[in-house]
């Protein structure tokens, strides 16, 4: 059973950085495409970025040029970079982990995913 266990939220102004980590254990983190979706308040969980296992990306077009996602298979971690962050970036967000090829945005793809992160970002 693979787990995954994100850090790297908190509370941040406007314009400010922040790095998500997302740490897998109980599987073979390499053959897993990753992904990192986010749920506000009374919204959709929705993804926002995804890598494969080849290292090909996706992202959203909200947070398109300021986030970046990667992976370290070495260190069975996944990474969110988010940089110029604004307050509605504000959301619980998630890691999930995806035993498919292709890039996909669709949760139901995932088949094991992280207990959340807040992020909040103030005006």
């Known amino acids: 059973q693979v787990q995954l266990v994100e850090s790297g939220g908190g509370l941040v102004q406007a314009g400010g950085s922040l790095r998500l980590s997302c740490a897998a254990s109980g599987g073979t983190f390499s053959r897993f495409g990753m992904g990192w979706f986010r749920q506000a308040p009374g919204k959709e969980r929705d993804c926002i970025a995804s890598?494969?296992?080849?290292?090909?990306?996706y992202y959203g077009d909200s947070v398109k040029g300021r986030f970046t996602i990667s992976r370290d298979n070495a260190k069975n971690t996944a990474y969110l970079q988010m940089n110029n962050l604004k307050p509605e970036d504000t959301a619980v967000y998630f890691c999930?982990?995806?035993?498919?090829?292709?890039?996909?945005?669709?949760?139901?793809?995932?088949?094991?995913w992280g207990q959340g992160t807040q992020v909040t970002v103030s005006s």
């Open positions: 890598i494969t296992q080849l290292f090909a990306t």
């Open positions: 999930a982990a995806a035993n498919i090829l292709h890039p996909s945005t669709r949760s139901t793809d995932y088949d094991y």
